[in-house]
């Protein structure tokens, strides 16, 4: 599924308290997509961390974006920076980081984690 599709997956519900800074914290612990190399079933734990401003993300909506890229051939980098450019689209947030923790596959275990705003300068 091409990422401007998958993105309308996502709702949000209004933030019932934008002028307090307090972090939201939604862990997806069987994520699973696939190796564009090899075909073969990628596991890990998504965890999202924000700050909402507006807006917060529905669950529901959530847990059907995330299933979405079961079938996806996607490397860990990759999904891990769409899952953060897809919600600051829809959320808007202050904050946001997202960690792809992926399960060890061929002895190495991978982490990336893409944060908004980027905190390079």
């Not at 299933?67 to 202050?94: A, C, H, M, W």
Request: one cysteine or more; a positive charge; hydrophobic letters at 35%.
């Amino acid at each position: 599924m091409k990422s401007k599709n998958r993105v309308k997956l996502l709702e949000s519900f209004p933030n019932s308290f934008p002028n307090r800074d307090y972090v939201i914290i939604h862990q997806a612990n069987e994520f699973t997509s696939v190796c564009p190399k090899t075909g073969q079933p990628d596991f890990g734990m998504i965890t999202i961390k924000y700050i909402a401003d507006k807006k917060c993300v529905e669950l529901k909506s959530l847990k059907f974006y995330l299933q979405s890229y079961r079938n996806d051939g996607i490397f860990y980098e990759n999904v891990t920076n769409t899952i953060l450019d897809d919600l600051i689209s829809v959320l808007k947030p202050r904050w946001m980081e997202i960690v792809g923790d992926f399960t060890v596959r061929g002895g190495l275990q991978s982490k990336v984690i893409a944060t908004y705003p980027d905190n390079k300068s």
